[in-house]
């Protein structure tokens, strides 16, 4: 993918930044604020790539909202670090993740439309030694309207997980929605939300929520588009420019035909990293190697041109990780396709009254454990089973109150998710095991077990709701403990989950500069890389909500930092490259 030669026009810039995600709006943002001129590319025909589909939130230890919250240091969090990463720990690399991380949240609360808001979400495992609560940050929702004639360029985020239109931008707000049909409070958000669904349709003709990941590459891309940052949609980066071991610019495929943008200071590729890409992820992904199925929730889009991109001029991808992906149970919605079909179940399983069971009928994990160790876990139990998947299983009583994957508490209607056979019914807990598939004495086995210390609030067998995490998921006003009830009221359901992801963790090398490196561990000069596309700070650990967008975000700002400090002093600069 790198080629020295083109006879198309150049369009020359000081800075190319390959994507349109979080990370390459954040390199484009900084890069542009620091003087230069910046041009971004995007494959799609919408801009905002996963980012849209994520919570938009952030996780980045010191940022100036935590004292708000609770105290914090950086101190703790390189220990905490520490712990989540192990061998892989990297302190040249977390040390400039931890700097400039509150750095860029600074700098973009100050010179875009960022606006971030704190919430108390503990740390992915609490048992670890400098855990917090006080790490991950949020994105306030935007008046959509804002982005004028951009407004239908945006991705739409994962609309599955609406309801009539409406959004929700947090967990909070989740809770609150998913109380709806047993509290006058719950009741009054879902109006308020209402009204906001109303006013768009009066505006749009349909409801165009944004929230979550969607309001924070809307408020990016505002900003960028006033400050005069270029975005060509539906244009790929076909190949590297790669000049005398230097990387020049990028040969892009635009709808009126090739151009070769040819990039005065740096390249920055964003592409979102390889979830897409069959052969990388079946290298990797163990179930996905033994022929077991997988489903992205990411763009469809990101198939690994950033990495092939890398690797043609001498980069790498590093996969000696914790885990090679942001891992997250879903279940497939009939009728529906690509990620549209996809179900992220992110809040039911830690609810009181819900365990996941094999085919064998028996429990394998903490059923409230962040979903990135639900997947390994899942994994490990089915791999001597012809398949990987469980059943997430729960009695009427707790489907009326909290739902089941894309089925909605009462009073929403849910027996057309039956005849769909989303979800399975059974009478008796025999019943459903023969309908699913399971063995039915072991599951009657396991299920009197659970109930039995489910009553008296605890978990022998795998520690649900034994920390502050599980308890952060679970339903604070069941007693004694928030994770954990009985299945006893027929009859029963069954959600088949399957492993998915929601992003790729291995990735380009770089070094602490975000330079990407050659096999040699020299930076190769004129190339960048963030956001998933480049080895993720925590080495593929997964360290708390925002644990993606985060570090991704700040290699970003730390790559368009290098670069506008190149242009300012390049002799110095290119010392540095060239003694790593």
């Given at each position: 993918m790198a080629s020295t030669n083109n006879s198309a026009a150049p369009r020359q810039v000081d800075v190319?930044?390959?994507?349109?995600?979080?990370s390459a709006f954040t390199a484009a943002l900084t890069a542009r604020k620091a003087g230069l001129d910046v041009l971004m590319v995007e494959k799609d025909a919408v801009f905002g790539g996963t980012s849209c589909f994520s919570g938009g939130v952030m996780w980045i230890p010191?940022?100036?909202?935590?004292?708000?919250?609770?105290?914090?240091?950086?101190?703790?969090?390189?220990?905490?670090?520490?712990?989540?990463?192990?061998?892989?720990?990297?302190?040249?690399?977390?040390?400039?993740?931890?700097?400039?991380?509150?750095?860029m949240i600074d700098f973009l609360e100050r010179e875009t439309e960022v606006e971030c808001y704190p919430f108390a979400y503990p740390d992915y495992h609490p048992p670890y030694p400098g855990h917090a609560?006080?790490?991950?940050?949020?994105?306030?929702?935007?008046?959509?309207?804002?982005?004028?004639?951009?407004?239908?360029?945006?991705?739409?985020?994962?609309?599955?997980?609406?309801?009539?239109?409406?959004?929700?931008?947090?967990?909070?707000?989740?809770?609150?929605?998913?109380?709806?049909?047993?509290?006058m409070a719950g009741v009054f958000f879902v109006l308020r939300k209402f009204c906001a669904v109303l006013k768009d349709i009066a505006r749009y003709g349909r409801p165009d929520p944004c929230t979550r990941g969607r309001a924070?590459?809307?408020?990016?891309?505002?900003?960028?588009?006033?400050?005069?940052?270029?975005?060509?949609?539906?244009?790929?980066?076909?190949?590297?420019?790669?000049?005398?071991?230097?990387?020049?610019?990028?040969?892009?495929?635009?709808?009126?035909?090739?151009?070769?943008?040819?990039?005065?200071?740096?390249?920055?590729?964003a592409s979102g990293g390889f979830p897409h890409d069959t052969g990388r992820t079946r290298a990797i992904y163990p179930h996905k190697a033994a022929g077991r199925a997988h489903h992205s929730l990411a763009s469809p889009g990101n198939v690994g041109d950033g990495a092939r991109m890398a690797e043609s001029v001498g980069g790498s991808v590093d996969t000696n990780v914790v885990q090679p992906a942001a891992f997250m149970p879903v279940s497939v919605i009939p009728g529906r396709a690509g990620s549209a079909a996809l179900w992220p179940h992110i809040v039911d399983r830690q609810k009181p009254g819900f365990i996941a069971v094999t085919v064998e009928g028996k429990r394998f994990f903490d059923e409230a454990a962040p979903y990135h160790d639900f997947v390994p876990a899942m994994a490990r139990a089915c791999a001597h089973l012809?398949?990987?998947?469980?059943?997430?299983?729960?009695?009427?009583?707790?489907?009326?109150?909290?739902?089941?994957?894309?089925?909605?508490?009462?009073?929403?209607?849910l027996e057309r998710h039956v005849q769909s056979?989303?979800?399975?019914?059974?009478?008796?807990?025999?019943?459903?095991?023969?309908?699913?598939?399971?063995?039915?004495?072991?599951?009657?086995?396991?299920?009197?077990?659970?109930?039995?210390?489910?009553?008296?609030?605890?978990?022998?067998?795998?520690g649900r709701g034994g920390d502050v995490y599980d308890h952060s998921q679970g339903d604070p006003e069941h007693k004694p403990n928030p994770n954990?009830?009985?299945?006893?009221?027929?009859?029963?359901?069954?959600?088949?989950?399957?492993?998915?992801?929601?992003?790729?963790?291995?990735?380009i090398r770089t070094d602490a500069s975000a330079r990407v490196l050659a096999a040699d561990g020299a930076p190769i000069p004129g190339l960048y890389a963030a956001g998933n596309d480049a080895l993720n700070f925590m080495a593929g650990a997964y360290a708390g909500a925002g644990g993606t967008l985060g570090p991704g975000m700040t290699l970003a700002y730390i790559a368009a930092k290098h670069i506008a400090a190149a242009a300012t002093a390049p002799d110095q600069v290119q010392e540095e490259r060239r003694y790593g």
């Open positions: 190319l930044v390959i994507g349109s995600g979080a010191g940022n100036r909202h935590s004292p708000t919250l609770g105290p914090d240091s950086l101190e703790a969090a390189r220990t905490y670090i520490q712990h989540e990463t192990g061998a892989h720990y990297d302190p040249v690399r977390v040390d400039a993740f931890l700097k400039n991380g509150p750095a609560s006080v790490r991950s940050l949020g994105t306030r929702d935007y008046p959509v309207g804002r982005l004028g004639k951009h407004r239908k360029l945006l991705r739409q985020g994962l609309n599955q997980m609406n309801f009539m239109g409406l959004a929700v931008g947090s967990n909070v707000e989740m809770k609150q929605l998913m109380s709806a049909g047993r509290s924070l590459i809307a408020r990016l891309a505002r900003s960028a588009f006033d400050s005069g940052i270029d975005l060509w949609l539906s244009s790929p980066a076909t190949q590297l420019v790669y000049v005398n071991g230097k990387v020049e610019g990028a040969d892009v495929q635009t709808p009126d035909g090739a151009v070769r943008v040819l990039a005065r200071k740096g390249v920055v590729l012809p398949d990987t998947h469980c059943y997430l299983l729960c009695d009427h009583t707790t489907i009326r109150r909290y739902g089941l994957g894309f089925v909605k508490p009462a009073p929403v209607p056979g989303y979800i399975l019914r059974g009478d008796t807990l025999a019943e459903l095991a023969r309908k699913a598939g399971i063995d039915a004495a072991a599951l009657e086995q396991t299920v009197q077990r659970f109930n039995v210390n489910a009553r008296m609030g605890t978990d022998p067998d795998f954990l009830g009985p299945l006893e009221h027929g009859p029963f359901y069954a959600l088949r989950l399957l492993p998915g992801d929601i992003g790729t963790f291995s990735g």
